[in-house]
């Protein structure tokens, strides 16, 4: 699954810039032209990183930098933020305001997908690595296998693209909508009860022989993947 990035920049220019090198960067790439509009979209559906423009319509960058520090969801989001001011003093009120790093405009392209990259390998290394775990399942990417307390597990594809997001965020909790997005694609529509049966067939095979279950059912609000046990 690419990574997805939100570029929130009201510049169609530099949005139009950003894109292209993104993509040719392997990268999922969503828009928010304004501070309003980001909170939104971030709400209903956290990116893996953020390139946050300073001076905003609606909601200032520093502002919306502040607004997702403060939620629970989004406190340790990867976040870049890119702007014109480049005095030192600003630098420090972006960085205190909760961002990860600061590029000043006019930017390599080439720099900053390097800063991107650099900046999801420490916030999630997962990414850059070819093994995922959680408790006692394990994952490995390249040979596309997963094994349970030693004993490898049989899954279709799509079980298998299903644990592979859970165990890249473990313990946080997705909607369907937000599965559906992750796990099948933004451009396939698919019923959002058609999750709920790979949830079933996933548990099913991770649950064989009676172990724990690690998939926790949140009423009203969708899955997560909890090692302690669902």
Not at 19 to 33: K, P
Not at 76 to 94: N, Q, Y
Request: proline letters at 6%; one cysteine or more; charged letters at 30%.
């Amino acid at each position: 699954m690419k990574p997805r990035i939100l570029i929130i920049e009201d510049e169609t220019a530099v949005v139009t810039l950003l894109r292209y090198n993104l993509e040719r960067e392997g990268f999922e790439v969503d828009v928010a032209l304004d501070g309003r509009e980001a909170l939104m979209a971030v709400d209903e559906n956290p990116p893996d990183i953020i390139l946050l423009d300073w001076m905003l319509p609606e909601v200032t960058g520093i502002e919306v930098c502040r607004q997702l520090r403060r939620k629970p969801v989004t406190k340790s989001l990867p976040i870049i933020m890119l702007t014109a001011r480049g005095e030192e003093a600003d630098k420090v009120r972006g960085l205190d305001a909760g961002a990860d790093d600061y590029v000043t405009k006019p930017f390599s392209p080439a720099e900053l997908t390097a800063r991107v990259h650099a900046l999801l390998r420490r916030a999630r290394p997962v990414l850059a690595d070819e093994q995922l775990a959680a408790a006692d399942i394990s994952m490995d990417l390249a040979a596309h296998r997963v094994h349970r307390d030693g004993t490898e597990i049989k899954l279709g594809p799509t079980e298998f693209r299903l644990l592979r997001h859970f165990l890249e965020y473990p313990g946080r909790v997705f909607s369907r909508e937000q599965l559906l997005d992750a796990v099948w694609g933004r451009d396939v529509y698919v019923e959002p009860r058609t999750v709920d049966v790979h949830i079933r067939r996933l548990r099913k095979a991770l649950n064989d022989d009676g172990k724990l279950d690690l998939i926790r059912t949140v009423r009203s609000a969708g899955y997560a993947l909890e090692p302690e046990g669902g």
